[in-house]
T-cell receptor
Framework: DAMVIQNPRYQVTQFGKPVTLSCSQTLNHNVMYWYQQKSSQAPKLLFHYYDKDFNNEADTPDNFQSRRPNTSFCFLDIRSPGLGDAAMYLC????????????FGDGTRLSIL | AQKVTQAQTEISVVEKEDVTLDCVYETRDTTYYLFWYKQPPSGELVFLIRRNSFDEQNEISGRYSWNFQKSTSSFNFTITASQVVDSAVYFCALSEGLTNYGQNFVFGPGTRLSVLP
């Protein structure tokens, strides 16, 4: 049974049109992460939530925002997608930060027209 | 700054061969954690193993084994008697735990393993 669920699996949006990707978890983990992964590259951490505490990576563009309304759900909002934002977006969870394994969803592949 | 190097970009082997994936890391911390993840073509990253910096014991899990050597800052992964289902991209990752800004968890560039029938 999937424990980290990402919807949709594939998302197509237009250049400049806001888009939201969603992630839910059944693990009751405290931490939720969003990664961006471009073709043939390693995942790159965008930000994470430790409970309700939001932690942004220093080089994450302002165009990317996130919301975590409750323990189970976390959203990635891209305010004005550019062509360079086309990528796989991976959501992950862990019990706590730092040394705990992260559990990943299947990802959402975002295409920009 | 922490860094993870996986020098092998792609490896191809024939089924039943053994294969070793290399991982070399850099960190200034004395306490850190190393991970291996598998990413099959379906896209989901699957956790394989975690090792902390104070535990240099090698580990074996079925056909998988890991060799952690602090002296060479390496955490290599060996698959014995490889199978077609082992074909995936394998990522080594390093975590120094919390920093003052964000989560310090870095992936290496990955090694794409193709196991041919």
């Amino acid at each position: 049974d999937a424990m980290v669920i990402q919807n949709p699996r594939y998302q197509v949006t237009q250049f400049g049109k806001p888009v939201t990707l969603s992630c839910s978890q059944t693990l009751n983990h405290n931490v939720m992460y969003w990664y961006q992964q471009k073709s043939s590259q390693a995942p790159k951490l965008l930000f994470h939530y430790y409970d309700k505490d939001f932690n942004n990576e220093a080089d994450t563009p302002d165009n990317f925002q996130s919301r975590r309304p409750n323990t189970s759900f976390c959203f990635l909002d891209i305010r004005s997608p550019g062509l360079g934002d086309a990528a796989m977006y991976l959501c992950a969870t862990s019990i706590s930060r730092g040394n705990q394994p992260q559990h990943f969803g299947d990802g959402t592949r975002l295409s920009i027209l | 700054a922490q860094k993870v190097t996986q020098a092998q970009t792609e490896i191809s082997v024939v089924e039943k061969e053994d294969v070793t994936l290399d991982c070399v890391y850099e960190t200034r911390d004395t306490t850190y954690y190393l991970f291996w993840y598998k990413q099959p073509p379906s896209g989901e990253l699957v956790f394989l193993i975690r090792r902390n910096s104070f535990d240099e014991q090698n580990e074996i899990s079925g056909r998988y084994s890991w060799n952690f050597q602090k002296s060479t800052s390496s955490f290599n992964f060996t698959i014995t008697a490889s199978q077609v289902v082992d074909s995936a991209v394998y990522f080594c990752a390093l975590s120094e735990g919390l920093t003052n800004y964000g989560q310090n968890f870095v992936f290496g560039p990955g090694t794409r393993l193709s196991v041919l029938p």
